[in-house]
Every structure is written in structure tokens, then in C-alpha cells.
């Protein structure tokens, strides 16, 4: 049997006995070593006779080593959303390094490489199928392993059924082996082979991209300096005006919210954010514009790119401040939620973005920044991660108590177990309240490949504090009286 065969088979194995797919816990990981393993073992292509460049090689280490910190996040943290975010990344980070793209083009084919590739493996493995000719003994072996494998397990059942019928003593040994097994695990073993056996033919089959046609740098260009200069001017003459006429609005803070005639709390935020944060990615898309089609042949034009590409990017970074400074006041006042918290992410990596670009306004030249800028997303999630988010949220909700205003226990109660310790430090009966479904979570029993550090951690704090039944705990509701519970003065 070929090595690719048993590398595919392998995975899908430990993603039926290991990957937890509806949660998250410590079979993520454990699936993405055995994928990255099988791969090593089935000797998959390291690319081209002469082997990667440097710096790709260095790009394709840190995709692997990031993608399974990102899927490592599933057996440390509890939260969800939080690994279904960090998942697809991680893929989508995996089939980048795989397929090796350099320039932005590049990097958006490598990023559908992984699943393009397996959905071309499928179609390796039907074809054969239906070939005229394809008899017994012939075709791929991995059609042969897959019809040997369905006629055995058709005999095994056959079989097994009438030995169940025909002995007792048989019969109670099957019902004690698989009465403890549910639909739902069955499908999830199912689901977990195919998802890992896809990914891994993905992996083997993945093909690296061709740079031939990446570079924006050596393209002619096709617009003369008046074409985009004057344009691009009157972009920073009203960035200019936005700014400077407005520093009040921009960065006033509690003090413009709280002044006369200033605007709700939430208006300022939410409203002015989303704003602002349009205006980024529009002036981004601008400057990605620029990059490809202003003509910059004489030192003159390349003086007049820098300089008013440069102006735009720093007053863009001041509006970038701006926002991130109105959604700081707002999760003050409010405390943060999974929402604000992605948008505040996505901006400062927005304004992480902008840097890059003024430093690539010193010499005018991109070929780094598009792995730079997906380098530095990965990094912004990862201290997500580190950061336990979950807990975050908790802690800036919590603030409001003993302030007087409103404390949104329903919110917070509906965190996961990274969240425990900051729910913990509330006084009772609000505590017992707020980690009521929490306990009835962690209280179910769970298999080997779900255990998580948070809730491993989250149990050992209940352990020792356990929670009091209280009969407030049961208007705990979306209309009941944690919404308007105020907190002690």
C-alpha cells in the first residue's frame, strides 16, 4: 500500500477518534499534528528540483508552526466563537504556506488551495470508478482499500447479527460495548474522518502557485502623475479639513459625550466607529489602487507618490485612533461584547496595515507586505487568544458594579468556563446566578479528545466554591430582573 493511501486513512482515523468537531477541545490540536505528521511520512513535495527560496521556506515554517497555534487555541480556551474563528484561519493560513503565493493574487489562490486540492483528489478517485476497463485487482488502491473496506464491514454486520441472535452471552457482550454509543457520537465519528481525510488529501495533492504573474511591481503603469495625484490631493485636502476642524468630536471622549448638547454614549461609538472604520477600508482599497496603477518611472513621480501616499496613510492613522478611541470609551461605559471586541481587533490591524504601507513609502517596495500583513492579522489573533477574551468581557460588564447603573448578568451568564474566575468574584446571590448554566455545562459528562484547560480550570474552581441552588436564579432571563438588576452603590 502506498504511503499518500495510508497518510490519508491515518488522518481520517484520528479525526474519528479524536476530533471533537461541535467543540472545542484537545483533539483540534491532536488532528492537526496527525495531519502535519502523515504528511511528513507520506514524503509530500517540498516544492520546486531546486527547493524553495529562503524566505519562502521561512514563510511555509511559520504557516505550519501558526496554523497550529491557532488550532492549539481549541485546547486552551472554551469559548466557541473563538476557535470557530481560529479554525478556518488556520486552514486558510496552512494552504497559503503550502501553496507558497508571494504577492496578494498569490496569497488569495493559496488560501483556497487546501480544499480546491482535495475536491481534485475526490475526482481522481471517482474517475477510475467509472472508467470503462476498471475490473477487480484494478484501479488506485485507494478505491480498491475503499471497496475492500465497504464489503468487509457488509460482512461484519451480516455476520455479527446472527451470532447475536444465536448466543445470549454474545449478545450482552455487543450491547455493553456499544450501548454507551449515541447517534450523535457516530455522526461526529463519521464527520471527523471525513474532515481529516479531506484535509489530508488536500495537503498531499496541494500544488504550489506561480509567481510568474504576482508581481504588481514591474507591470506598466497606466496612469501619468496628473491622472492620480490630483485626485489622491484632494483625498488628504478633506482627510486634512476632517481632522482638524473636529478634534473635539474625534477624541473628545466622555468629556464632549457629557458636555452640552453632546450625543448618547452609544450614537457617539457605534455610530461614529462604523463610520470610520468605512472610511479605513475604502482609503485602503484607495491605496491598494495606487500601488498597482500610478506610473512612477521618474524620481519626481516617485517624490509625489511618497508624499501624498505618506500624508494619507498618517491622517488615515489618526482616524484609525480615533475610532479605536470611541470604542474604548464605549466598552468603558458598557463593557466589551464578542461584536465590539472583533471590530476594535479589526481596526487596530486596519491601522497596523497603514504603518506597513509608510513604511513601504520609504522605497517603494511591496513584495513583503502582503505576507507582512497576513503575519501580522495572525499575531493580532493569537493575542486574542492570549488574552482569554471571554474574560475580558466579563471583567469590563462586571466594572459597572457597585457604580449604580444596570449590570447585564444574562450576558455574562452566557459566557463559557474561560470566563469563571471574573464570575466568580461577584457576591452572592448574583454569583450563584451567573454561573448556574455554567455548572450544569461542566457537569456533563464529557469524553477524552473535549478536555480544555479553561474548563479543567473552571471545574477545580467549583470544586472548591461550589454554587448555591437559589430560587432568584430562575428569572435569570432575557425579561427577567438581571437586565435591570442595579448593582450596589
Known amino acids: 500500500m502506498r504511503r499518500p493511501v495510508i497518510a490519508v486513512l491515518g488522518s481520517g482515523g484520528v479525526g474519528a477518534a479524536a476530533l471533537p468537531v461541535w467543540s472545542p477541545g484537545i483533539g483540534w490540536p491532536i488532528a492537526a499534528v496527525a495531519v502535519a505528521t502523515a504528511a511528513v511520512l507520506a514524503g ?15 514563510w511555509r515554517w511559520f504557516t505550519v508552526a501558526a ?11 472554551a469559548a466557541g466563537w473563538l476557535v470557530a474563528l481560529c479554525v478556518p484561519v488556520a486552514l486558510a493560513l496552512a494552504s497559503s504556506g503550502l501553496a507558497g503565493g508571494r504577492g496578494w493574487l498569490g496569497l488569495v489562490r493559496g488560501a483556497v488551495e487546501l480544499p480546491a486540492a482535495a475536491l481534485r483528489g475526490m475526482s481522481a478517485v ?4 467509472s472508467a470503462p476497463g476498471t475490473g477487480p485487482g484494478r484501479g488506485p488502491a485507494a478505491v480498491r482499500l475503499a471497496v475492500a473496506t465497504t464489503v468487509g464491514t457488509f460482512l461484519v454486520v451480516v455476520f455479527g447479527a446472527l451470532f447475536w441472535a444465536a ?15 449515541s447517534f450523535a457520537d457516530v455522526m461526529r465519528a463519521l464527520l471527523g474522518f471525513a474532515l481529516l481525510a479531506a484535509i489530508a488529501v488536500g495537503v498531499l495533492r496541494a500544488r504550489p502557485g506561480s509567481e510568474s504573474a504576482e508581481s504588481t511591481e514591474d507591470r506598466g503603469r497606466r ?21 482638524s476642524v473636529q478634534p473635539t468630536t474625534l477624541f473628545g471622549g466622555e468629556r464632549y459625550v457629557l458636555g452640552p448638547g453632546g450625543p448618547d454614549y452609544a450614537v457617539y461609538a457605534k455610530g461614529g466607529f462604523g463610520q470610520l472604520m468605512t472610511v479605513t477600508v475604502l482609503t485602503l482599497a484607495v491605496l491598494a489602487a495606487l500601488a498597482v496603477w500610478a506610473r512612477r518611472e521618474t524620481r519626481a513621480q516617485r517624490a509625489l507618490l511618497r508624499v501624498l501616499a505618506g500624508v494619507l496613510c ?6 484609525v485612533a480615533s475610532a479605536l478611541t470611541r470604542m474604548g470609551l464605549y466598552a468603558r461605559v458598557y463593557g466589551f461584547t464578542v461584536a465590539r471586541l472583533l471590530a476594535y481587533l479589526a481596526e487596530a490591524w486596519l491601522g497596523t496595515v497603514f504603518a506597513l504601507m509608510l513604511v513601504v513609502g520609504v522605497r517603494l517596495r511591496a513584495h513583503w507586505l502582503p ?31 457597585g457604580t449604580g447603573y444596570p449590570v447585564d448578568l ?10 469563571v474566575e471574573e464570575l466568580d468574584r461577584l457576591p452572592e446571590p448574583s454569583r450563584s446566578c451567573a454561573l448556574t448554566r455554567l455548572v450544569r455545562d461542566l457537569d456533563r459528562p464529557q469524553p477524552w479528545y473535549a478536555w480544555n484547560l479553561a474548563r479543567h480550570r473552571a471545574r477545580q474552581l467549583l470544586a472548591r466554591r461550589p454554587v448555591t441552588p437559589r430560587p432568584e436564579c430562575v428569572h435569570l432571563d432575557t425579561s427577567g430582573y438581571a437586565v435591570t438588576l442595579r448593582s450596589p452603590t
Open 44 to 58: 509530500r513535495p517540498g516544492g520546486t528540483e531546486q527547493g524553495p527560496a529562503a524566505g519562502d521556506r521561512v
Open 67 to 77: 496554523a497550529i497555534a491557532l488550532v492549539g487555541v481549541a485546547a486552551v480556551r
Open 126 to 129: 471517482r474517475a477510475p470508478m
Open 167 to 181: 448466543d445470549t452471552a454474545f449478545a450482552d457482550l455487543l450491547t455493553r460495548w456499544f450501548v454507551h454509543i
Open 223 to 243: 496612469l501619468a502623475a496628473p491622472e492620480w495625484a490630483v485626485p489622491i490631493a484632494m483625498l488628504d485636502v478633506l482627510f486634512g479639513v476632517f481632522v
Open 314 to 319: 498618517l491622517l488615515t492613522l489618526v482616524i
Open 371 to 401: 505576507r507582512a500583513t497576513v503575519a501580522t492579522g495572525v499575531a493580532l489573533l493569537l493575542a486574542l487568544a492570549a488574552i482569554n477574551p471571554e474574560a475580558l468581557m466579563a471583567r469590563t460588564v462586571l466594572a459597572r458594579w
Open 410 to 419: 444574562v450576558y455574562v451568564s452566557g459566557l463559557s468556563a474561560d470566563a
